[in-house]
């Protein structure tokens, strides 16, 4: 049988919003945690953004009973042995604003006095059924560097202090069509994208 619905597991508004605008072309029904008000949060509690993609994957399936995309997402600054990396959404505390979070970073890295500020964006991303199977992971990485000090309003997280290969803009100052094309999670999605028409496609049999 064809799926006809994907429950997209954040809580995170713009990742929603990117994940939504990458996959808006499919004939399926996206929808979001917050269509399933009783469900309980997954842990993060994996060593690497699949594995962590993986866990809520399979802990969204099983509670939702739905097909079940989950993602994990972080930044890799060389200069500081790829932290936050998947602490990044917990970097300095559960609770901690991105403007101090990349306040800190930025000052992490004054301190590591590196020239390169070398960087990447990674995103797993996980597709489990509503029968607890694993169909499908990828990952899609953005290589970059840090900025000097955070520009531009636009995307989230740590958008304004990140400068992909090849732009003068910041993620925060790109335009979300441009930034969807080059980012890490719209590498992923694009992958994932295959897998999901496939699986929504007609087949021969009807």
Same mark, same amino acid.
């Given at each position: ?12 508004? %713009?990742?929603?919003? !990117? ?5 808006? &072309?499919?004939?399926?029904?996206? @929808? ?17 953004? @699949?594995?962590?993609?993986?866990? +809520?994957?399979? *802990? ?10 989950? &993602? ?9 042995? %790829? ?7 917990? #970097? ?8 101090? =979070? ?7 890295? +004054? ?8 960087? =990447?964006? @990674?995103?797993?991303?996980?597709? /489990? ?6 169909? #499908? ?13 955070? =520009? %531009? ?7 304004? @202090? ?10 925060? !100052?790109?335009?979300? &069509? ?6 890490? =999670? *719209?590498?992923?999605? /694009? ?5 999901? /028409? ?9």
């Amino acid at each position: 049988m064809k799926p006809t619905e994907l429950l997209v597991a954040t809580g995170n508004a %713009g990742k929603l919003r !990117e994940i939504r605008a990458l996959l808006n &072309d499919l004939p399926i029904t996206l @929808v979001s945690l917050a269509d399933f008000p009783t469900i309980e949060e997954v842990a993060e509690t994996g060593s690497t953004f @699949v594995e962590n993609a993986a866990l +809520k994957a399979f *802990g969204y399936a099983r509670q939702s009973g739905a097909l079940t995309l989950a &993602d994990d997402s972080g930044l890799e600054v060389d200069a500081l042995g %790829g932290a936050p990396g998947v602490y990044s959404a917990r #970097y300095l505390g559960e609770h901690v604003s991105y403007a101090d =979070r990349m306040n800190a970073l930025l000052t992490a890295l +004054k301190a590591a006095n590196n020239v390169a500020r070398t960087a =990447r964006f @990674v995103c797993a991303l996980a597709i /489990a059924s509503d029968k607890q199977e694993m169909l #499908y992971t990828t990952e899609g990485t953005c290589e970059g560097r840090i900025a000097d000090l955070p =520009r %531009g309003s636009g995307g989230f997280g740590y958008d304004p @202090v990140f400068l992909p290969e090849g732009f003068r803009q910041t993620f925060g !100052e790109l335009s979300a &069509d441009i930034k969807n094309g080059i980012s890490h =999670r *719209g590498r992923a999605l /694009a992958k994932a994208h295959e897998f999901l /028409a496939s699986l929504t496609a007609t087949s021969a049999t009807g």
